[in-house]
């Protein structure tokens, strides 16, 4: 009788208890099981290392266990490839809070490179997460991706890649996304349904958009607010969107440099602006129609101070693009859709520029969501200025001298 | 259970009695005493052997020993078509706690215990079958815990094995198609990521609208597990889900069915809670279920369509088309499946077919 059923044992030995630090595990035939045992079974305050080299792995890793360290030798020293994965929809999921990420490079995931939700006060420092092949719609969504947690780090971390947002929080409160760099993403960095998030001193370079601050219906944490976006260099957004069609992101039109959907208290200042082909800062009302009362899906309160701006807007891409000839086939370096109103309501929404007087400002006057661009009334006149209360500095309980040392 | 009703019908596993009595019996020249131990289920760290726990009469876990019941539910979770045997256990003179929304409240020392088997032609599951994981929910003093075991290739044992592993199985499906399944066996925190609700470990099957029928010893389980002394509470007429593959409404057996293959983590607390669907059959919001709802968190695997469900039209819902695929990082659900339910999807494919068009 031919065998019909192959069946591959998988004997994960405990390993024995040893008082002394585990050394580093060493790429090879177990070192997936030698990792994801660690992982699993893991105390409070455990460091897990992984030496230099690279990793093949084929199935997803996971951490569920409190206050855990989890260390490579280096970005591109420790390389986790996941080329040839087979399951799980990210290479790493982190479920429990106080966790420290550090130190490695991620390749290729089918799914999300890092996701983590529900993990309170996490960090995510000196990583790389990359699509080897460069921006195709198939690769992974996300490349580090918290939600639903409070207290997020996100510091020296390079994303390339991501078919959704290289860097995305999802609702999430307290957020620093620092020192980072999202490049060849179809959106840079992205933070989304979340509250008092400070997004600065990042490079977001090649993408379709750099840095987006979006607030959707429909999710259990709405009502995104207090967003700074600050020192943040943001050039050259330029590569082609390529997300899939159904995807909220496909949306963005390339070579937008910020760009702001609904929310609330949303604040840009000292960045630096420049080669964004379609508009530096773009701010839109939610546009595709919803069923969710409680949704606002206007951007209300917004400040835009005291940037730099370089040359940009000379080739509209998306679906403002059809209002370009009729402004000399370029749009100034902010442009607002001048949208006020939703379901018969109107709001004094403030969209604040406080720029020099030579940077470009439209408003589309397209005055309700859903927009109808037939109904564009542009006008170059900016919004009368208004005291809106910055929010305070985001500060993390983790984020402290020693323990950003510790972890370099 | 009713023959010919659910493509996926469980013999189930031979009840304990006399015949697991006199295996006892027999078995007594061995160095460790028969019957379920107590002391194992609730040792903090795990048992190396599923034999250790004694749940079984026999070495190859064919025979439940005394005092543990064999059950199945309404629905199954799809799981690359393997059989699945389902069995309880409660200590001796404890009873779990009926409640008519939620999994049973069982008390400390419970085990549910589940089997995943293949045979090499599924149409005739009990032929040649072979046991490939065996998965314990353990309830703790602290809560629910998870151990999987994976079965040896004599069949005689199965050990702990906490990373879980890939089986090659080569099988014949329900409708006689050849499959490939590169069988995966989940990991410890994998256990979780469907089993978790509010952050707590939960089990999922044991509700009294999952166990509400007609169980593999006969009388309906309800019944049968008041009268055996490990069930308190449950009324005469409980809730029962409709089978999905059974003769009610299409709408009300593909709810059914998403209720018990998503909605574990596609609800408020459960693991897809961010992504807005919420896939319980109790949702009664269509935008929350999925019609004409935009993809949130879906990445790539939102495809060309802009909706979960596009009444009428199958091929333009994301539903249909994650369900349909069987590449990681589109693929729904994420664990647990590496082939196609296609009786599943012909169902879901059915009721969005049969939807009036509208417009969002």
């Known amino acids: 009788m031919r065998a019909l059923i192959a069946a591959v044992s998988v004997l994960a030995l405990a390993a024995a208890c040893d008082p002394g630090k585990p050394a580093p595990i060493a790429p090879g035939a177990e070192a997936y099981t030698q990792l994801q045992t660690r992982l699993q079974d893991a105390k409070a305050g455990d460091v897990i290392e992984l030496a230099e080299g690279t990793f093949n792995f084929t199935e997803g890793l996971s951490l569920d266990v409190d206050n855990v360290t989890f260390r490579g030798a280096g970005i591109d020293k420790t390389i986790i490839s996941f080329k040839e994965q087979k399951g799980a929809g990210e290479g790493l999921l982190v479920t429990s809070d106080g966790v420290t990420l550090t130190g490695f490079t991620m390749q290729d995931t089918k799914g999300d490179g890092i996701k983590s939700k529900g993990a309170d006060n996490i960090t995510y420092k000196d990583l790389k997460v990359i699509w080897t092949g460069g921006p195709l719609p198939t690769n992974g969504a996300y490349g580090v991706y918290p939600v639903e947690s409070e207290n997020v780090l996100v510091d020296g971390v390079t994303v390339s890649g991501a078919s959704d947002a290289g860097i995305y929080v999802g609702q999430s409160k307290n957020i620093i996304v620092r020192n980072s760099r999202a490049e060849y993403n179809v959106a840079g960095i992205e933070i989304e349904n979340s509250m008092n998030a400070d997004v600065h001193d990042n490079v977001a370079t090649k993408n379709a958009g750099g840095i987006l601050v979006f607030d959707l219906p429909n999710l259990k944490i709405m009502g995104g607010h207090s967003t700074r976006i600050f020192n943040n260099q943001i050039v050259e957004n330029d590569t082609q969107n390529f997300a899939p069609p159904g995807n909220i992101v496909a949306g963005v039109p390339t070579g937008t440099g910020v760009l702001l959907m609904a929310n609330r208290n949303v604040h840009v200042f000292g960045n630096t602006f420049d080669k964004n082909k379609t508009a530096h800062v773009m701010v839109v009302a939610y546009s595709e129609s919803f069923d969710d009362a409680n949704y606002n899906p206007l951007p209300r309160d917004f400040v835009i101070r005291d940037n730099t701006y370089g040359a940009g807007g000379n080739d509209p891409q998306g679906r403002l693009s059809p209002l370009a000839p009729a402004l000399g086939g370029s749009l100034p370096a902010i442009v607002w859709d001048g949208v006020t109103g939703y379901g018969g309501k109107t709001e004094d929404v403030r969209i604040v520029v406080r720029e020099k007087p030579e940077v470009g400002f439209i408003s589309l006057g397209l005055g309700t969501t859903p927009p109808d661009l037939t109904k564009a009334n542009p006008s170059m006149t900016r919004q009368p200025d208004a005291q809106i209360e910055e929010p305070a500095a985001v500060v993390l309980e983790h984020d402290k001298p020693a323990a950003s040392a510790a972890a370099g | ?360």
């Open chain 2, 1 to 360: 259970m009713k023959a010919g009703v659910s493509i996926r019908t469980n013999k189930g596993w031979r009840p304990g009695g006399w015949l697991a009595a006199f295996m006892a019996l027999t078995l007594a020249a061995c160095s460790q005493p028969a019957g379920v131990r107590d002391s194992v289920i609730l040792a903090d760290d795990p048992a190396p052997k599923l034999s250790d726990y004694g749940f079984f009469a026999d070495a190859g876990g064919r025979e439940l020993a005394e005092g543990v019941v064999a059950y199945d539910l309404v629905n199954p979770l799809f799981s690359d078509y393997a059989s699945k045997y389902r069995a309880v256990y409660v200590p001796g003179g404890k009873q779990a706690a009926y409640s008519a929304d939620d999994v049973f409240d069982f008390p400390v020392g419970s085990v549910l215990i589940k089997t995943f088997a293949f045979a090499p032609d599924m149409r005739k599951p009990e032929e040649g079958e072979r046991y490939i994981e065996t998965r314990l929910l353990i309830r703790k003093e602290a809560g629910w815990t998870a151990w999987p075991y994976i079965w040896n290739a004599e069949q005689t044992e199965a050990v702990y094995a906490p990373v879980g592993g890939r089986h090659v199985i080569e099988t014949i499906a329900p409708d006689g198609e050849a499959l490939s399944i590169d069988y995966a066996v989940p990991n410890r925190n994998q256990c979780k990521l469907c089993h978790s609700k509010d952050g707590e470990f939960t089990p999922i099957g044991p509700s009294a609208r999952s166990l509400n029928h007609d169980g593999p010893h006969g009388p309906n389980q309800l019944a049968d597990w008041t009268a055996r002394g490990i069930l308190s509470g449950a009324p005469d007429a409980a809730p029962a889900a409709p089978a999905a593959f059974g003769d009610t409404a299409i709408a009300e057996r593909a709810r059914a069915w998403l209720d018990i293959n998503c909605a574990h983590c596609h609800r408020a607390g459960g693991g897809a809670s961010n992504s807005g669907l919420f896939l319980a059959w109790n949702e009664t919001n269509p935008t929350g279920w999925g019609v004409h709802k935009r993809p949130t968190a879906a990445g790539r695997g939102s495809g060309d369509d802009l909706f979960v469900i596009e009444p009428g039209k199958p091929d333009e819902s994301i539903l249909v088309s994650r369900l349909q695929s069987v590449e990681p990082g589109v693929l729904m659900p994420e664990l647990g499946r590496t082939v196609v339910d296609r009786e599943g999807l012909a169902l879901i494919r059915e009721w969005i077919a049969g939807m009036a068009p509208s417009t969002p």
